[in-house]
């Protein structure tokens, strides 16, 4: 591992709490690593391991999922699905060998952009500290022509 | 014993296809082989006789329930195998009423490949604790005795997970490595029935054309997730895997989860709603915070 290796985060984000709680922490100007590229999303429900695992396979060091408080769901019930998906998900990638903290879901409401300028640090903190990934969900990334 | 399940089924058969019940008996008979079995579709009822049951009897019928959804038919059904069409009821995919099931007390199929038949149980044979089938309209053969394990049934499972971390890459590199990307194992599983397979869908291209470790990991990791809490353990994807990947390594460690964090266990009562299809409002599963 390289000093300068800096860990690549992909955040996908809810659109009705953790964008906004993101967007919240760029108004306020609190600092958070620039290490997180964010992907905006409907609902933390709408997350399908596919795009996590694709993530991974561009890629990317960790991913964080990022949605309503539960019982604030904008759709009633999605981040109860979402918690339960992941659990399970998350589990699983351990067993083959990607590790539990490459994967986190965390509930950051509209106002809480402070919360969110936290979990990138942290998250930043620990994938720094744990390397570059070693499994073997990865291949070099290509540019997609249009 | 077995000329007694035999004999059932091929009396049932020949009384629910005669009187016009069902159209389509779908069974085992024997393969050309001469040892193992073969599934049968039987459609007239002098034909019935060829149907057989013994431990040779492998496959999951309720696979071809799906491709024969909405006629009248009758399926003759290990324990296993109706935990399957469990399944496949709860998810609306075959109509109970016009299913008649044939359910057999099964004492546990042998390994068998192309013209021979060992004498040892299959793994999931020995690990398996519910000999009697789940859901039935009639059941050959009699109640098999449930004894206990005497052993973990995920001890392997557990063993893996043991490992570190730079083991259990090795170990599942060393097998994706040999997929050839076939899809056997999607094909033969019994409750895989998308008509569009998202691992074939071109656009978007979820998972790409390369036939390389990454590619191969992610379809097996979607495969075994879209199975998660609805894999019921009957092993037809190991069995026809070609390369001889331990695929129920990664459904019984699902399956293992599960039922340790929600108390599930696929197909034994299709009213139950099934576990990633519910939620508990505050439950904690140490996610999300």
């Known amino acids: 591992m390289s000093l300068d290796y800096e860990p690549r985060i992909i955040g996908f984000l809810c659109n009705w ?4 709680g993101a967007d919240l922490a760029g108004t306020t100007r609190t600092g958070y690593p620039s290490n997180i590229r964010i992907i905006r999303v409907p609902c933390s429900g709408r997350v399908d391991p596919l795009l996590i695992l694709k993530a991974y396979q561009q890629g990317a060091d960790a991913v964080l999922i990022a949605g309503c408080h539960p019982g604030d769901c904008h759709y009633v019930q999605g981040n109860y699905f979402a918690r339960r998906r992941f659990a399970l ?58 | 014993m077995t000329v007694n399940i035999t004999e059932q089924i091929q009396e049932k058969a020949r009384e629910i296809l005669s009187s016009g019940q069902v159209e389509l008996i779908i069974g085992y008979q024997r ?12 459609r007239k009822a002098e034909n019935v006789a060829k149907l057989i049951f013994d431990q040779t009897c492998t496959h999951n019928l309720a696979k071809y329930a799906i491709e024969h959804r ?7 059904a290990k324990a ?4 399957g069409i469990n399944v496949l009821i709860q998810e609306n995919q075959i109509i109970r009423e016009k299913t008649y099931v044939i359910g057999v007390n099964c004492p546990g199929v042998v390994e068998v490949s192309f013209g021979q038949v060992g004498d040892k149980l299959q793994y999931r044979c020995q690990i398996c604790q519910e000999h009697a089938p789940a859901v039935y309209d009639y059941v050959a053969g009699d109640p098999v005795e449930e004894k206990p394990l005497g ?43 998308c ?41 037809e994807c190991e069995r026809s895997c070609p390369v001889g990947i331990p695929l129920s390594l990664m459904n019984m460690k699902f399956s293992q989860d599960v039922e340790d964090q929600f108390g599930y266990k696929p197909g034994r009562d299709p009213e139950v709603c099934a576990p990633l299809a519910t939620y ?10």
């Open chain 2, 151 to 193: 052993f973990d049934p995920y001890i392997k499972v557990k063993v893996l997970e043991a490992l570190s971390q730079e083991e259990r890459i090795a170990f599942w590199e060393k097998h994706f490595e040999r997929c050839i990307r076939c899809y056997a194992c999607r094909n033969a599983c019994p409750q895989c029935y």
């Open chain 2, 70 to 76: 909405g006629k009248s038919m009758a399926i003759v």
């Open chain 2, 280 to 289: 508990q409002p505050d439950e904690n599963l140490g996610i999300g915070g």
């Open chain 2, 195 to 235: 008509t569009e397979c998202v691992v074939e869908q071109i656009d978007p291209d979820w998972v790409g054309i390369p036939i390389q470790v990454p590619e191969k990991q992610i379809f097996h990791v979607i495969r075994a997730f879209h199975l998660a809490g609805r894999c019921i353990g009957c092993n």
């Open chain 2, 80 to 83: 296993c195998d109706t935990f």
């Open chain 2, 31 to 42: 393969a050309s082989d001469g040892v193992t079995a073969r599934p049968a579709f039987i």
């Open chain 1, 89 to 146: 998900l998350r589990q699983f990638l351990d067993y083959l060998g990607i590790e539990k903290e490459r994967l986190r879901l965390e509930w950051v409401s509209a106002s809480e952009g402070r919360k969110f300028a936290r979990l990138v640090k942290e998250m930043t903190e620990e994938v720094s500290r744990l390397g570059p990934r070693k499994d073997t969900v990865r291949r070099p990334v290509k540019v997609a022509t249009e």
């Open chain 1, 17 to 20: 709490c953790a964008f906004a």
